[in-house]
């Protein structure tokens, strides 16, 4: 496990270095080319996919979304009625009506239309897109609440190419922003459709919700160009179920206050080239490693303690553990120390409210 977990820690460090020297190398390569006089603007509409003539009257999602994509299959997949009658459960297949004639075609609705009556209020799926053309000089961003495949990503990138063209801009690039400003779930174009993949089945509004977000991202970069800058942007009202207010991360009242709580060390292990150290500290919330540092660690040298690393080095992992109750909440920290030998020592930097507190040596 060791050698596993070293292996994959040099690998995304690796990666990471490579990722970032490109990111840096691009945007120094850009230092020539800065100017002063960018032109930029965005052009914004509400488009209401609910009534669109355009559109399917309904969103419904199809039989093959329920069995899962290619690379995340549900335990639905390929499920028969008493193991014998399929139900599209599945990518194309059954999942493929033999009578395409109403508005979804192709798509077989996942509980036919009772799915109208169950998915409905706060559990709906979405009834508007918010859609936006940004323009950065000569370059031009559409952003779309969808994922959307490549084939559908041409098209929709072409119709704002055209239409800023028309309207008097030759675009450098234009470029798909996708899962912006909401989620309609998937768009295919209308070939794809026909296929119902896992993508197919999740594209809510029919076939033609490729084309038309395409004919409506090109009628905002025609106005968008024409006016040279940001047109009158009306932002419709939209009727929204956000339901019950959850906390999602940690408030900074969360746990006993700073003088309640007694830090102490409470254990420290070397496993191979990795110092595990774990301590009692402040719930999270009220301890943020990112407000300032949570830690050092120090290295004996002759008689004296010389720091060696902190908590913000890459190499030094840290995580909240589990709650302690009243008496605080455990913390651990893993060091990768490669071939720097110990003995070695943590010591928990004094915070607000908080001494600082020393481990005792270990050796590694």
Known sequence: MGLCLAAARRYVNTAGDSLAARAAALFDSLRPGLRGDLRVGVAFRTLRLKGDPRLCPYPETGSSTLGGAEDGRTRLYRWRLFGIFPIGLEEGGHAIRPDPHDCQREKRVALGGLQRKLVVGEHGLPEVA????????????????????????????????????????????????????????????????????????????????????????????????????????????????????????????????????????????????????????????????????????????????????????????????????????????RWHHAERAGPFRVVLVARAGLPEVTGDRVGC
């Open 130 to 333: 918010q859609l936006s053309v940004i323009r950065l000089g000569d370059l031009l961003l559409g952003v779309v609440p969808a994922e959307v495949t490549t084939r559908a990503g041409a098209q929709i990138e072409r119709a704002i190419a055209d239409s800023a063209r028309a309207a008097g801009l030759e675009p450098r690039a234009v470029t798909l922003v996708g899962l912006a400003n909401g989620y309609m779930q998937y768009v295919t174009t209308d070939a794809e459709y026909g296929e119902q993949s896992y993508e197919a089945g999740s594209t809510l509004y029919g076939p033609n919700s490729a084309a038309v977000l395409a004919e409506e991202l090109g009628k905002l970069a025609a106005s968008l160009v024409r006016s040279g800058a940001s047109p009158a942007n009306r932002v419709d009202s939209i009727t929204a179920y956000p339901g019950k207010s959850q906390t999602l991360l940690p408030r900074r009242t969360s746990g006993p206050p700073p003088e309640r709580i007694t830090r102490v060390v409470l254990s420290q292990a070397c496993a191979g080239d990795t110092l595990v150290v774990r301590w009692r500290d402040l719930h999270p919330g009220r301890l943020v490693p990112a407000d300032g540092p949570v830690l050092r660690i120090e290295r004996l040298v002759g008689e004296r303690w010389d720091p060696v690393v902190w908590d913000d080095d890459r190499e030094l992992e840290i995580r909240a553990v589990r709650s302690l109750g009243g008496r605080g909440y455990m913390w651990e920290a």
